[in-house]
């Protein structure tokens, strides 16, 4: 029996939530994102596009938890300070902007960020950036309005990792520590914005929850898959499941 907070989502959507975030969960763990990409293709569908961000933002901490256990040893604390330095008072100030966003206003900046964000990253790698403390500073600033609004974005931040001179197991870490911090900012700016019922909490949840196990799965492939593959199958997804909701959102 579906507890009551979730009657208006049917057991089949429920499944869907679930399977997705446990492949999006080990995706994330192996590839240093996944969740906030992949998660919104399906919940816009059932939930609409409004509530997707907190949710992401909540479900998040969890994920993230579990990357950060599962590769805690590989944590460069330097970065992570200056990072959440230049990025947290820019991402409180992007997640009020979003609060004011209608529905339109929600599925169009979701899907287009997500859309952007694989040839931000390609062209980030094709010019071999290599920020110096100062710059990752400054960059820090730009990547916290952005991610403060929309989900999807986490790849700005692996690619300022790396352009910083991050690799390997050392970006999924740091990534995943300064994620949760700066998802507990996000989600003060929701709380007071009123912006999250007790369904989005519920189903973020249920996601945070299924996600923690495969971020341990994900550690134990991480050297045996190619990264690349799932990175281009990724990339695939995103432009075109972006693509597709920024466009639905003209018809509704």
């Known amino acids: ?55 992401i933002a909540l479900s998040s901490i969890f994920s993230n938890a579990g990357r950060t256990a599962a590769f805690r040893e590989l944590i460069d604390w330097r970065r992570v ?37 694989v040839p931000l990253r390609r062209l980030l790698r094709r010019r071999g950036f290599a920020l110096s403390d100062r710059a990752l500073a400054a960059t820090a600033v730009g990547y916290g309005l952005v991610v403060g609004g929309t989900t999807g974005s986490g790849i700005i931040l692996l690619s300022l990792l790396m352009a910083a001179g991050l690799q390997g197991g050392n970006v999924i870490a740091t990534d995943a520590l300064i994620s949760i911090i700066i998802s507990f900012f996000k989600l003060m700016v929701f709380g007071f914005a009123g912006v999250m019922d ?22 134990l492939m991480v050297e045996r898959m190619p990264l690349h593959v799932h990175s281009a199958i990724l990339d695939a997804v995103v432009i075109a499941g972006g693509a597709t909701m920024a466009i639905a959102a003209f018809a509704w």
Do not use: E, H, N
């Open 1 to 55: 029996m579906i507890p009551a907070i979730f009657a208006d989502i049917s057991i089949a959507q429920l499944a869907l939530i679930t399977g997705a975030a446990l492949i999006a969960s080990v995706i994330g763990g192996v590839s240093g994102y996944g969740t906030g990409a992949l998660m919104p293709l399906v919940l816009v569908p059932i939930l609409g596009p409004a509530p997707i961000v907190p949710i």
């Open 81 to 117: 300070l200056i990072v959440l330095t230049g990025a947290i008072p820019t991402c409180m100030l992007g997640a009020f902007g979003y609060t004011l966003l209608s529905g339109r206003g929600a599925a169009l900046v979701i899907g287009g960020m997500l859309a952007l964000s």
């Open 198 to 219: 007790a369904q989005a909490v519920a189903v973020a949840l249920l996601i945070g929850a299924i996600a923690l196990p495969g971020s341990f799965l994900a550690k």
